[in-house]
């Protein structure tokens, strides 16, 4: 305790050390792992995957969910790919519970290093400033779960862009897990689904239409649930309530 009292900017790296490594794996990965993460590599591996779930059913579980928080904690190419391939071996259910859990985790890795390195710091610094920052500041405080589930289920919103934002304004641990775990389960359905029939893809030497989601008759549901999502937010403004 004394050594960090009299070593502050020691005690500031160490904080900032977590997310510092997760930025240096993220750049290391992006070039060195896009042909083991990719569509042809799941391809080219399927028999060997399936057979290896079918002997070793609970270590194929637990050893995909592993890997689908190191590839989300990290920030690592092959999300869409660790989604699809949670559907070709386990089925839409418990395919997309299993991409779930793995994604929250992930994401929650995450999150608690961005917010131990840089978030506390930035909060206050939102709070304690004045003008547009600081009403954008207030409006998150004020509709959390709101904005939260919002940045989940907009589509066009990266997931790691969603991980970080409620980092830098000192989202609670927990809320933050709890809308990250409901929040993508619309989206890793339809993924987890496409993933469920890749054995026909692969039969028709096809590449998987990873743009569904924005197909009307899926975009239009998620769409719905973003406007209940933003709900909250529009009758605080309508009763004259400071809003975002």
Known sequence: MADMMTNPEKSAFQKKLPILLIVAVALIGAFT???YLSFDALRDNREALIAF???N????VLGFIAIYVVIVAFSLPGAAIATLTGGFLFATFPGFLYNIIGATIGATAIFSAARMGFGDKL???MESGDGMV???KDGIDENQWSVLFLIRLVPAVPFFVANLVPALVNVPLRRFVISTFFGIIPGSIVYTSVGAGLGEVFERGETPNLGVIFE???L????????LA?????????RGKEGI
Do not use: N, S, T
């Open 57 to 60: 059913y609970l270590v194929a």
């Open 220 to 227: 239009f549901p998620i769409l719905g649930l973003c406007a």
């Open 33 to 35: 792992l896009r042909d």
């Open 123 to 125: 909060a206050a610094k």
């Open 53 to 55: 779930r079918d002997a």
């Open 134 to 136: 600081k009403k954008i």
């Open 216 to 218: 009307p008759h899926i």
């Open 230 to 238: 933003l709900l909250p937010i529009i009758l605080k403004a309508v």
